[in-house]
């Protein structure tokens, strides 16, 4: 039972338009969501986060929304950048707590054209 | 400052033997996790620590052992390897319970 869905594997775009990853859960408890970014024979980088409290979050050229009622947010790179290519994750943890897990997706592999 | 890191990076065993993945954090954080990812898949937490002398069960922990001895490093063994456990295993740590930080992995194949 996959709580953390990314349901597309793969997205190309050109560099400077924009790419809009996306991600849909199913458990209704998770409060904090994060992007993850995972580079070939490298760990997953911590990209950009966002609380259940709020509906967007923007660092530089990354945002993240949240739509609650749907359980989905995406992740909007603009300008997209060939260095931007990688594998993205999704990843949703509820309430912290004493063990603070997260629920990973299986990936969206981003490649940005020249 | 390391952040995290991994030890072996690439190992290959045969069915049966045994071998431990050593996780070491300089970043005084109290929670480590191991994750294994298989294409496809995504990362699946295996066991984690909650701090030092602690460990608890994840989601997929059959196979695999644990111990969290020093606040600093985490280990990961398998006693008795078998194919399935063909995978890259990553390291994770967290002090704010929020953000987790990785190692760069460990590739292990198991013939």
């Known amino acids: 039972d996959q709580q953390v869905k990314q349901n597309s594997p793969s997205l190309s775009v050109q560099e400077g338009r924009i790419s809009i990853l996306n991600c849909d859960y199913t458990?209704?408890?998770?409060?904090?969501f994060l992007w993850y970014k995972k580079y070939p024979a490298e760990g997953p980088t911590f990209l950009i986060s966002?609380?259940?409290?709020?509906d967007k979050n923007e660092d530089g050229r990354f945002t993240v929304f949240l739509n609650k009622s749907a359980k989905h947010l995406s992740l909007h790179i603009v300008p997209s950048q060939p260095g931007d290519s990688a594998v993205y994750f999704c990843?949703?943890?509820?309430?912290?707590?004493?063990?603070?897990?997260?629920?990973f997706g299986t990936g969206t592999l981003l490649a940005v054209q020249p | 400052n390391a952040g995290v890191t991994q030890t072996p990076k690439f190992r290959v065993l045969k069915t049966g033997q045994s071998m431990t993945l050593l996780c070491a954090q300089d970043?005084?954080?109290?929670?480590m996790y191991w994750y294994r990812q298989d294409p496809g898949m995504g990362l699946r937490l295996i066991h984690y620590?909650?701090?030092?002398?602690?460990?608890a069960k994840g989601e997929v922990p059959d196979g695999y052992n644990v111990s969290r001895l020093k606040k600093q490093n985490f280990l990961l063994g398998l006693e008795s390897a078998a194919p399935s456990q063909t995978s890259v295993y990553f390291c994770?740590?967290?002090?704010?319970?929020?953000?987790?930080?990785f190692g760069p992995g460990t590739r292990l194949l198991v013939l």
């Open positions: 966002i609380s259940s409290i709020k």
């Open positions: 458990n209704s408890m998770f409060d904090y």
């Open positions: 990843a949703a943890s509820a309430g912290g707590g004493a063990t603070n897990k997260l629920i």
């Open positions: 970043m005084n954080h109290e929670y």
């Open positions: 994770a740590t967290t002090g704010n319970g929020e953000t987790q930080y």
């Open positions: 620590s909650v701090g030092e002398g602690t460990t």
